[in-house]
């Protein structure tokens, strides 16, 4: 064992260090979120009903715990050295498979395996694997030791929720009362998940590097913003053969327009502040509140946002390439409507928060934005489709290019420091080089 901070770390981890960045490996356990963002918006869009979204958000707020686990782990050690490899290819397996039971998670179909306990197998599995983990690699820690039922009774509670709404509703209930006791169930498991994680940081937890964490934040949004790209290219029929027309064209650029805004509007200043802001605060205690409210909990929203437009934007160049579509398509359902709009809507309401909890700001030209969202939808559902998405980008444009004017003397310094640092950083790691390789 190595004696580091403090703590002896067992043979075969390595800890991680305040200057750690995202490492390759957390690249790939990104991977298995993207299929995961991928069914929940495929099983959202297979029950459009306010009840099927209520079930799809609490799942993704589940996957969303599970890859905080990632997240955590990766803050403490290094993910790309050691047995931690073969933890994280293990956990990985069990994300996909819960992912792939998610259709089946609340209602079980006739045949195959119950998927409301594959479910909760998989879920109990990738949560104790990351809590036993983390105790056992810092069980040397006395505040941790200390703490160490504390840390293990949330999740305990939480599995055994999602393991009862898997087995008691099949012998109890049927039909819509089974669904609504298991949504319940999963919804007291997120109450005792994330009420928990208000007091982790007390418990012995504290972001060791704030580079790190901001960083794998930062990529699970591009994760998101991909998975929209993803959901406007392929249609209810991916492999059926599309017309290149002008109106596909159109849409094409339309949705990237909007993810792109949606790209400018957290990277350019934003996601910049909010890491410098997190180095400056020095006190273990204030950083990991500060981590929690503003990355675990706040970027949840983010990621709902995106998910939510993605839904709205799903099948766009398809029925745009049908040609039993009409030239600029059908009026949106109220569903698709309210997904597509919405998300931007919630997106950038995060976003307004985000700013007031780090920088203590007001992002004015965003808060007006929302309110226009809010107000253009009964508009867009008059017009038809391609209509619509092209007024959702107009509107996000210019919100994000007017709150970049607003922000101007802020991004200057903002990203002046970022340069600097990144500037200083490749300046070493060149030196570094010049004399070791």
């Known amino acids: 064992m190595a004696n580091v901070g403090g703590v002896r770390w067992p043979r075969g981890i390595r800890p991680s260090a305040p200057g750690s960045r995202t490492t390759r490996l957390e690249l790939f356990y990104d991977l298995v979120f993207v299929f995961a963002f991928l069914r929940v918006t495929t099983v959202a869009s297979g029950s459009p009903n306010l009840r099927g979204l209520v079930q799809c958000l609490v799942a993704l707020a589940l996957l969303w715990w599970c890859w905080t686990g990632f997240a955590a782990l990766g803050n403490v050690v290094r993910t790309d050295q050691g047995i931690v490899p073969l933890l994280g290819f293990a ?9 792939l039971s998610l259709p089946k998670a609340f209602v079980d179909q006739p045949g195959g395996l119950p998927g409301p306990l594959v479910f909760a197998v998989c879920y109990f599995l990738v949560r104790a694997t990351q809590v036993a983990f983390f105790l056992w690699a810092v069980r ?14 949330p999740f305990l509670v939480a599995t055994g929720l999602i393991f009862t709404s898997a087995l008691v509703p099949q012998w109890i209930f049927d039909g819509r ?20 994680g208000l007091a982790q940081h007390r418990a012995g937890w504290t972001v060791l590097s704030a580079g790190h964490w901001a960083e794998r934040h930062a990529l699970i949004i591009i994760v998101a913003l991909g998975e929209s790209i993803i959901a ?20 094409a650029v339309l949705g990237v327009a909007v993810v792109a805004a949606m790209w400018w509007a957290y990277f350019d200043t934003l996601a910049l502040a909010m890491e410098q802001v997190l180095h400056r605060t020095r006190d273990p205690s204030a950083r990991g509140g500060l981590a929690r409210d503003v990355y675990t909990y706040l970027h949840l929203p983010l990621i709902a ?8 934007l799903k099948g766009q160049i398809y029925e745009a390439g049908n040609p039993a579509t009409p030239l600029w398509g059908v009026p949106l359902p109220g569903f698709h409507l309210l997904a597509l709009y919405g998300g931007v809507a919630l997106y950038l309401l995060t976003l307004i928060t985000l700013g007031s909890r780090t920088l203590g700001a007001a992002r004015w030209p965003s808060i007006v934005g929302v309110v226009l969202l809010v107000a253009l939808v009964p508009v867009a559902g008059q017009l038809p489709e391609l209509a619509a998405l092209a007024v959702l980008a107009v509107a996000a444009v210019l919100v994000v290019a007017a709150q970049t004017v607003v922000d101007a003397p802020r991004r200057r310094q903002v990203r002046q420091v970022a ?17 070791h390789l």
Do not use: N
Not at 305 to 312: D, E, M, N, R, T
């Open 91 to 99: 956990t990985s397996a069990a994300v996909f498979v819960l992912a």
């Open 177 to 196: 009362a089974e669904t609504a006791v298991r949504l319940a169930l999963w919804l007291a498991a997120l109450g005792v998940e994330y009420g928990a």
């Open 140 to 153: 040397t820690d006395p505040g941790v030791r200390r703490q160490m039922f504390t840390l293990a009774l």
């Open 305 to 312: 946002g995106v998910i939510l437009f993605a839904l709205g």
């Open 232 to 251: 406007l290219g392929l249609g209810p029929s991916a492999t059926a053969g599309l017309p290149l027309t002008w109106p596909v064209i159109f849409a």
């Open 419 to 435: 340069l600097e640092e990144q500037l200083a950083s490749e300046a070493e790691q060149t030196r570094w080089r010049g004399h």
